[in-house]
């Protein structure tokens, strides 16, 4: 019976495969081999490990960066302010000093004064209206015949 079965299996082109030979002079090959699989296995290890702490560092650093970036913009934004405040501040106390400026005074109203006084002012007097208009009133066309008029 036992023919017949493997008569049967060699005319069906069944093969039969030869079973596993491990070759026993080359185990120290082996086991080198195997413990420098282990030693790769280990460097790729603390090869990944060292990246990941680099990324983490890296990570660490981008956010403190963003930090430091949040901050700068928000002081930044608060000086544009503050500058946009103080240019408006500076715009109103024109306005009002604009306004509490005396209207220049026509030349002939200026002449009604001199001709009120006569000839009574002083040359200091007359000299001080002079001074007065060019620095207080700063009405320039008005001091030039003042000035004229002290010869």
């Not at 069906?12 to 030979?21: F, K, L, Q, W, Y």
């Not at 983490?56 to 963003?66: G, M, P």
């Not at 946009?84 to 002939?108: H, K, T």
């Amino acid at each position: 019976m036992r023919l017949t079965l493997l008569a049967v299996l060699l005319a069906s082109g069944a093969s039969i495969a030869d079973a596993p030979v491990t070759d026993l002079s080359n185990s120290g090959q082996l086991s080198e081999q195997v413990s420098q699989l282990k030693r790769l296995i280990q460097a790729r290890g603390a090869a990944q490990v060292n990246l990941q702490q680099q990324i983490n560092d890296l990570q660490d650093e981008v956010s403190e960066l963003r930090g430091v970036t949040e901050t700068h913009t928000y002081k930044l934004e608060q000086i544009v302010d503050r500058q946009r405040e103080l240019y408006l501040e500076i715009e109103r106390r024109l306005s009002n000093v604009q306004q509490m400026a005396p209207q220049p005074v026509e030349p002939a109203v200026e002449i009604q004064k001199n001709e009120q006084y006569g000839g009574t002012l002083s040359e200091n007097e007359a000299y001080d209206q002079a001074v007065n208009l060019i620095l207080k009133e700063r009405r320039y066309d008005d001091a030039i015949p003042a000035f004229r008029n002290l010869h």
